[in-house]
């Protein structure tokens, strides 16, 4: 039983390295990018192809538990401390995701 633990917590920390520090760093700049332009040029959410693919994969990120595990990796230490790591507030994304959708649910219906 004390092996299966630890062999669990070791495949648990398995993702804490250079992929998961990349993919924080990628998932911070969608949210950095998709928030300005929510804020500069919200109609670019319906245009946009690569915009569009960003907001997936930040959805994707959020939703298919990968930012939960990151986010418990930065809460137990595990993450570089000048990382920056806005993307893993409990807020940020949800806030984003939800202000996205508002938009466009006010959008579609003055159309």
């Given at each position: 039983m004390k092996i299966?633990?630890?062999?669990?917590?070791?495949?648990?920390?398995?993702?804490?390295g250079k992929e998961q520090?990349?993919?924080?760093?990628?998932?911070?700049?969608?949210?950095?990018?998709?928030t300005e332009i929510l804020h500069t040029a919200p109609e670019r959410f319906f245009e946009d192809a690569e915009i569009i693919r960003k907001l997936q994969e930040l959805t994707d990120y959020y939703e298919n538990g990968q930012?939960?595990?990151?986010?418990?990796?930065?809460?137990?230490g595990k993450l570089p401390k000048e990382l920056k790591r806005g993307v893993l507030s409990e807020d940020a994304v949800y806030d984003l995701l939800?202000?996205?959708?508002?938009?466009?649910?006010?959008?579609?219906?003055?159309?």
């Amino acid at each position: 039983m004390k092996i299966k633990k630890i062999a669990a917590e070791a495949l648990a920390d398995a993702g804490t390295g250079k992929e998961q520090i990349a993919r924080i760093m990628q998932m911070e700049k969608y949210l950095d990018e998709l928030t300005e332009i929510l804020h500069t040029a919200p109609e670019r959410f319906f245009e946009d192809a690569e915009i569009i693919r960003k907001l997936q994969e930040l959805t994707d990120y959020y939703e298919n538990g990968q930012w939960m595990r990151d986010y418990e990796a930065d809460e137990k230490g595990k993450l570089p401390k000048e990382l920056k790591r806005g993307v893993l507030s409990e807020d940020a994304v949800y806030d984003l995701l939800f202000e996205i959708e508002q938009y466009k649910n006010t959008s579609t219906s003055e159309m």
